[in-house]
């Protein structure tokens, strides 16, 4: 990675919290605000862990995705739950000023001021994914999401996946998996506003490392950040 580059990690949907003033809607969804629709199981933790090996800035936000999703643009279907989608519009209008742009312009805000300094932004968006999704089950530990037609995250993921397979050789990692780089979210935005001088990353971990514990988690995420050190040249490769 060359010095003239800055790196951001972030995560969008790092907690289930719900405000008071809008508790009283979620009363028959407590179990959802439990699993992984009501948040990224254990991407928050990880998250932390990129960037303090990085000694990257880290925004996050632990407002529960089913009061409105971060990671989705204005005007999508996903971008209010079924306990949210039926507010007035001038309460979900409430939501988006209190919740939704303050995350997401902190970050744009970032990206601006890398690229004003004349610096390439590498932005990781840390999330995570259900083991089993409809009956399926995911077979994979590890996903790196990015834009198959930009060869600068093409690369990156590439690279970093390298590193993360030395490193341990019986993860499962996959490209654009269980998710497609390209779809609606924050680095899909970024992309477009922004160009070539930003590179967005999203990073997808198995939930099956929360749900084995806190020490399965941390161990995926040193061994993550391990990688992400090595990867960016701070540390000697493991290859």
């Keep these: 990675m060359s010095a003239s580059w800055a790196l951001l990690i972030t995560c969008e949907h790092g907690g289930a919290d719900i405000p008071a003033a809008y508790a009283p809607l979620f009363g028959d969804w407590r179990d959802a605000l439990a699993s992984h629709r009501g948040h990224d199981l254990g991407a928050l933790e990880t998250a932390r862990r990129l960037a303090r090996a990085a000694h990257a800035p880290l925004l996050f936000s632990t407002t529960s995705r089913m009061l409105v999703d971060l990671n989705r643009s204005l005007g999508h279907p996903g971008l209010f739950s079924e306990a949210t989608k039926g507010l007035p519009r001038r309460d979900k209008d409430a939501i988006l000023a209190t919740y939704y742009h303050p995350h997401r312009d902190a970050v744009a805000a970032l990206v601006a001021e890398g690229i004003d300094a004349g610096r390439t932004v590498l932005h990781i968006a840390s999330h995570s994914f259900t083991p089993r999704l409809g009956g399926v089950t995911r077979h994979c530990d590890v996903g790196f999401l990015y834009d198959p037609g930009r060869s600068s995250e093409k690369t990156f993921c590439r690279a970093w996946m390298r590193e993360l397979a030395c490193l341990d050789g019986d993860l499962i990692l ?60 701070r540390a000697a490769s493991c290859r």
């Design 174 to 233: 996959r490209r654009n998996y269980p998710y497609k780089g390209v779809s609606d979210g924050l680095v899909t935005a970024l992309r477009r506003r922004f160009g070539e001088r930003y590179l967005g990353v999203e990073l997808e971990v198995n939930q099956r490392f929360a749900l084995g514990g806190a020490e399965a988690l941390a161990s995926i995420g040193e061994t993550l950040a391990d990688a992400l050190q090595r990867t960016l040249g």
